[in-house]
């Protein structure tokens, strides 16, 4: 091509790129590519006289010459040349492609514009139709109603506390508690339109998805609308009617008017609703006194009312309230500097804070039970006290009324004595009976760590057979030693030697010491398969149970040393008595909104196994004979599996804790008795009492009620373990005590004397004393795990719902039995 040529390849805005020709013309002027090969195949005559190319006029005169001349055969370009009709064919299924493509683009595109508009335009038309009510209109609070297990009938009621609100205008809340709420909740308050469109896509998310912990992250006016309006549901239908009222709302209010109906409503923990109701419940001052410390702690109590209150969980607390402070100096509403000097701030005792009028009876602790279950559900407290919920429980009337019963029949709480009744039905987990006191803001009972004597036998001789030691295994009943004590049983009880399944019945330390120390971990393996069989891990003030500081078990776990709920040994039964299976514990059945909405329903569940069939019938087959044998047997007959105990009072003779464990295959029943003071028990008669006086009346009291209408069902047979089959059968042998031998005294505690007792018999070495219990078990006295160990002078901490009345314990002893 000539160099001069216009737009050449020279051109620098030819986009393919050369130098500049020169020549100034652009390069869509330039001759088309057929003209190009015009130009080349007039050079193709070769060059001129002079050697220059051939001018494009010449390449022109000459390509005609060419035509013309014939120089190219006709005949073989005709060969060359395509078929015209398969041409048009191809450019007609061309064609055709092109306009289905072009179909499709065009239906895609209008299926996008009906996705952008249709949401629109409901929202429009939702917008229009929809009324945004008056503060004044608007109901922030319905009582739930929780019920038996038939669902008719009420157990009690929890009631928000309308009582402890009190309105406030936006103005008496401190500019700094206001902007901690902002802080904490919606830092775009003043800026955003009512909702968050990414919030609501998460929210969607989740219901879509089925996945609860997607999240929210909804704008203070969303939260108050769903509060106060719309509710709670998890559906979209109800998000975007949430959305559009909220939408609508950031329009029709100021956001002050906004801002000031969410403070008033929201709920804060501690049964305060509202920000003047939780000033007085945390700080005991009026709103307009908080500082920004304080309103900072009010703000971060409302994403978890009741886990982020300070007196029950400081560390999460303060977490979250160096979150709000660090929101206010992103907002520039604190400096940097303020920021770092401030303190968290002391709160007051929940126990000081203004509560509404307490219920009478037992209710109050079933109603903190089902709350604690309902937030493990994930129904939040927000949801219960605003709700209008209709909680169905597991708890049947028959078996609860006959405790009450039981109850009013054998215990005079006047004189300080107090008892725990819990009962859980094996098969399904389901709490049918609970009762942990009269108090509603006392202390629950049946929910606190107690020591809980020979009944802990069961779960080492559970251990024993899980490592095929059978209930036939020979065992002593002499003296044994413990470091540098010397163990005996109660008031020189005992048989010689004798099988292990005759020792539990007995209620015979020294043999399960022996028996105990036979497990391949020791103490450790009891401990281990009470936690297998669904004694709790930790319970409230105590964060693992059953254990000293150094992660082990002293010889005295199977006395029952440690601490453990009456709901732990009723559930740890059940399991043994629903053949080694467990099923976890529940007091909820459903929950209901007041529209009908079901918001948790349980489903039946298959249950983990925990241990054997064999172990689990053989542990039920040693105590069978039990509860006959403690003159408790139940009405008609009815096979049962039982077990007494009891823990000495120091060195004094007397019992400070008194049990009696026992099942039928259709109910597991756990009673404990002591005095509100941690003194002495006395039986009705006089004397000391023992887990087979009001203890076993309880017990079998109880049993008798709930199964009154139920059919006798009769326990697994036990297979073998070891050649052994359930409890072998055993004579007394011929040598006893002088004493005579008393059934009450074989289960009360055995503690170590410093001398033996002055009883004989001709087995020298059973004999037997009661010292004091530190020198029964070697440390036992130095336990710092909460008074798991047993700290003289402990007090066990309050379980959830109260602690007005904890058990003094000026000399924790274990007990025997």
């Known amino acids: 091509m000539s160099k001069d040529r216009p737009g050449g390849v020279g051109d620098p805005k030819d986009p393919r790129g050369g130098n500049d020709s020169g020549t100034g013309e652009e390069w869509w002027d330039r001759p088309s590519d057929a003209e190009d090969n015009a130009a080349v195949a007039g050079s193709s005559e070769g060059p001129s006289e002079s050697g220059a190319s051939v001018p494009r006029a010449d390449a022109e005169t000459a390509h005609t010459s060419v035509d013309e001349g014939g120089v190219a055969d006709e005949a073989a370009l005709m060969a060359d040349a395509p078929d015209n009709h398969e041409e048009e064919d191809q450019m007609s299924e061309e064609g055709s492609a092109g306009d289905n493509k072009r179909r499709i683009l065009a239906w895609l595109g209008l299926a996008a514009v009906l996705v ?413 398969m009470a936690h297998r069989l669904g004694v709790a891990e930790s319970i409230p003030g105590i964060e693992k149970t059953l254990m000293e500081d150094n992660g082990h078990s002293q010889d005295g776990v199977t006395l029952g040393q440690y601490l453990s709920r009456p709901l732990d040994m009723a559930v740890g039964l059940a399991t043994l008595t629903n053949d080694g299976v467990y099923q976890k514990t529940h007091f909820v059945e459903k929950v209901e909104t007041a529209t009908g909405e079901v918001l948790f329903e349980r489903k039946a569940e298959q249950g983990d196994r925990r241990v054997s069939k064999a172990v689990a019938t053989n542990v039920i ?47 597991s029943t756990a009673v404990w008795m002591g005095n509100v003071d941690g003194s002495a028990l006395m039986a009705p008669g006089g004397g000391v009492m023992y887990g087979a006086n009001t203890p076993g009346d309880l017990w079998r009291t109880t049993m008798n009620g709930a199964l009154a209408n139920e059919d006798f069902e009769y326990f697994t047979a036990p297979e073998a373990i070891g050649g052994q089959a359930g409890a072998p059968q055993w004579a007394p042998q011929t040598y006893t005590y002088t004493e005579t031998y008393k059934e009450e005294t074989s289960e009360s505690s055995s503690e170590p004397s410093s001398e033996p007792p002055s009883s004989s018999s001709s087995n020298s070495g059973n004999q037997g004393g009661l010292p004091a219990l530190e020198d029964l078990i070697p440390g036992l006295g130095g336990g710092a795990n909460g008074g798991n160990g047993g700290n003289p002078g402990a007090v066990p901490a309050p379980a959830p719902g109260g602690g007005a009345e904890p058990q003094s314990n000026p000399n924790p002893g274990t007990g025997g039995q």
């Open 621 to 667: 087959s040693a105590m069978q004979p039990i509860a006959a044998y403690s003159n408790q047997p139940l009405a008609g007959g009815r096979p049962s599996a039982a077990k007494t105990g009891t823990t000495q009072l120091g060195d004094t003779g007397n019992n400070k804790d008194a049990w009696m464990i026992g099942s039928t295959p259709q109910l």
């Open 116 to 528: 952008i508009m249709l949401p629109i335009v409901i929202f429009g038309v939702a917008y229009v139709s929809t009324d945004v009510p008056e503060p004044e209109e608007l109901a922030n609070n319905q009582i739930a109603v929780i019920y038996d297990r038939s669902g008719e009938k009420e157990i009690t009621r929890i009631v928000p506390e309308g009582g402890n609100r009190r309105n406030v205008k936006i103005d008496d809340v401190p500019d700094a508690v206001r902007n901690a709420v902002l802080a904490a909740e919606d830092r775009n308050f003043y800026t955003n339109p009512g909702f968050s469109l990414a919030g609501y896509a998460r929210a969607a998310l989740g219901v879509l998805t089925g996945n609860a912990s997607a999240g929210g992250g909804s704008t203070i006016t969303q939260q108050y609308v769903k509060n106060a309006v719309v509710g709670n549901e998890r559906t979209i239908a109800r998000k975007a009617k949430e959305l559009v009222m909220s939408a609508k709302m950031a329009r029709e209010w100021t956001k002050d008017e906004i801002l000031e109906a969410y403070l008033n409503t929201i709920y804060f923990g501690r049964n305060a609703y509202g920000i003047a109701a939780a000033s007085e419940a945390y700080f005991g001052k009026k709103v307009n006194e908080l500082n920004a410390q304080e309103g900072a702690v009010l703000a971060a109590s409302i994403q978890r009312p009741s886990a982020l209150d300070p007196w029950t969980n400081r560390e999460e607390a303060e977490q979250r309230w160096n979150y709000v402070l660090d929101g206010l100096v992103e907002m520039n509403v604190l400096q940097p500097s303020d920021r770092a000097g401030m303190q968290y701030p002391a709160t007051i005792d929940p126990a000081l804070a203004p509560k509404q009028a307490p219920e009478p009876g037992p209710a109050a602790m079933i109603k903190n039970q089902v709350l604690q279950e309902l937030e493990r559900e994930g129904i939040s407290e927000q949801e219960v006290n605003t709700g209008g919920l209709r909680i169905t429980t597991t708890i049947d009337p028959t078996a609860q009324k006959a405790a009450l019963d039981a109850m009013e029949n054998y215990v005079d709480q006047s004189t300080g004595l107090r008892a725990a009744i819990v009962s859980v039905e094996p098969k399904t987990g389901a709490v049918r009976a609970y009762y942990g006191g009269d108090d509603p803001n006392g202390w629950d009972y049946a929910n606190s760590g107690l020591q809980t004597g020979s009944t802990f036998k069961i779960f080492a001789l559970a251990a024993a057979l899980d490592q095929k030691i059978p209930l036939s295994a020979q065992y002593s009943s002499a003296p044994v030693q413990s470091g540098d004590a010397t163990l005996y049983n109660s008031d020189g009880a005992g048989g010689g030697v004798l099988p292990i399944s005759e020792a539990l019945k007995q209620s015979l330390n020294t043999p399960f010491i022996r028996l105990q120390r036979d497990l391949k971990n020791g103490p450790d393996d009891t401990a281990a």
